[in-house]
């Protein structure tokens, strides 16, 4: 099931009314996509919003359109419409400056016959010239309307006033209840720095068509994302809070799921808005704990396909690879077995990188992919005391001495781990400049084999102390910064 503690504000408008652009401002930063066309949103998008202290979960929707159900821009006014489930309150967006228009009188209609309470936005009002369109919207029986200007952050205060009669009380009650567990937590000695109950942020990656958005809505068990044979449907990065229950041990555990779009090759990404949505894509990614490269077992694993996990290596994301649709693979062991030989040559820096066979149609291996997700990021996050890591050092070196280039020994000191999230590690010597790639990556090796870290990306840096006789040293501190390996 899908978790929400603070109030909801869901915000909704025939297209190209500022929706996304009044989320952003609500939000305060550029989580949703934003262009002169219209339709740019497709899926629910949320963010948390805060107005002078007022905190609630503002809901981006896509633009309402009268079009069949069973169209693109039908699927979206139904997911729009499926969004106003259990909201605290709907934000109806009008453009002031164009006046009502049929389709704005059409979805009021609608909005009358819901439970939920509605703010009229009169957008787009800076200056004179929304002020017919804001006289016009009385007549959509909705309550006086707030003229803003979602761009230039003109209005918020007077929607702030509206929107406290709506969810302040909520919202102060939600206040008192996170103080009250704040405190038992210190009491109790619970703040840790890394807590793996904590919630996993879970990012879905690939190419177009993989199935990222059918695969999210198998496991939510709703229609929330929306899905059909159009490449492409997914602009913006959505993502889903979800409670999940572990088959084995019966413990619930809460999930942040990421829908990106497709990415294809950068040649054939022209148009402005896909070279939008795969930026988004990527900034997921670099919030993401853990990323899943979603391969379509009926087309293979392809060169896009390990670009796009190189770059999640790149940013130190724990990655895992899932084979989708595999309920329709066509010989599935020699498939699973050519993917597994491909990736550990196409990822020579990070080699068993978990691989697994899903289906989001029948849900097969979901719970499996799950269990390993929380695994993966449990040897993300470990730190290694720095006794138990230097015996490990000395064995190693015992075991391969580094080299004596020149007749001149390599020394190699100590070692020590400096950060999680990847785990990252800094070696002390003498001579690093002439130590071998090589055996940077034995050390590497046996960290990720010896120290139970497993397929992660693990980053080794080599620091030499300064000499004192060289004029070009600058100034700083003890040590200066040798190389930085993966």
């Not at 219209?38 to 009268?66: N, Q």
């Not at 990822?347 to 029948?362: C, D, E, H, K, N």
Request: aromatic share 4%; net charge negative; hydrophobic share 40%.
């Amino acid at each position: 099931m899908q978790t929400r503690t603070i109030p909801q504000v869901v915000i909704i408008g025939r297209p190209n009314v500022g929706k996304s652009t009044l989320f952003n401002r609500l939000v305060g930063k550029r989580l949703a996509l934003v262009d002169d066309q219209p339709g740019v949103t497709r899926d629910r998008r949320s963010g948390e919003a805060g107005l002078a202290g007022l905190t609630f979960e503002a809901v981006d929707t896509a633009g309402w359109e009268d079009e069949d159900d069973a169209s693109l821009p039908g699927r979206m006014r139904v997911q729009t419409q499926v969004s106003l489930k259990g909201a605290d309150a709907a934000l109806f967006v009008i453009d002031a400056r164009a006046g009502l228009t049929p389709l704005d009188e059409e979805i009021g209609r609608w909005l009358r016959q819901q439970e939920v309470p509605v703010v009229v936005i009169a957008n787009k009002a800076e200056g004179n010239s929304g002020e017919s369109g804001i006289l016009e919207s009385y007549s959509l029986g909705l309550g006086e309307p707030v003229p803003v200007s979602a761009e230039h952050g003109e209005g918020i205060a007077d929607l702030y006033s509206a929107l406290v009669p709506l969810i302040g009380e909520k919202v102060e009650q939600m206040e008192i209840d996170a103080q009250a567990a704040a405190a038992i937590a210190a009491d109790a000695g619970e703040l840790e720095e890394h807590d793996p109950t904590a919630p996993l942020s879970l990012a879905i990656v690939g190419r177009p068509n993989a199935g990222k958005s059918t695969l999210i809505n198998k496991l939510l068990d709703e229609d929330r994302l929306l899905t059909g044979p159009e490449a492409g449907i997914t602009r913006d990065s959505i993502s889903v809070d979800w409670e999940w229950t572990e088959p084995k041990s019966g413990e619930t555990r809460i999930i942040k799921l990421i829908d990106t779009a497709g990415m294809r090759k950068r040649a054939k990404v022209t148009d402005k808005l896909e070279k939008l949505s795969v930026a988004d894509g990527l900034r997921a990614v670099d919030y993401a704990e853990v990323v899943v490269l979603l391969l379509d077992a009926t087309r293979g694993l392809e060169v896009q396909d390990l670009k796009i996990a190189n770059k999640v290596l790149e940013e130190g994301r724990a990655l895992m690879v899932a084979i989708n649709k595999w309920d329709v693979a066509e010989e599935p062991s020699a498939l699973f077995n050519g993917i597994k030989g491909a990736l550990d040559e196409g990822l020579a820096q990070l080699r068993g990188v978990p691989l697994l066979s899903v289906s989001a149609i029948t849900g097969k291996g979901l719970d499996t992919l799950l269990s390993a997700a929380f695994e993966l990021r449990e040897a993300w996050s470990r730190r290694v005391s720095t006794a138990a890591l230097n015996r490990w050092f000395d064995h190693a070196l015992a075991n391969n001495p580094p080299p004596a280039p020149g007749g001149r020994r390599i020394k190699l000191r100590y070692i020590t781990q400096v950060g999680t999230r990847p785990p990252r590690f800094v070696v002390f010597g003498t001579r690093l400049d002439d130590l071998p790639v090589s055996y940077e990556r034995y050390l590497l090796n046996g960290i990720r084999k010896q120290l139970d870290f497993g397929a992660v990306p693990v980053r080794l840096t080599l620091k030499s102390p300064k000499n004192p006789y060289d004029s070009n040293r600058g100034g700083g501190g003890k040590f200066s910064g040798g190389q930085g390996r993966d």
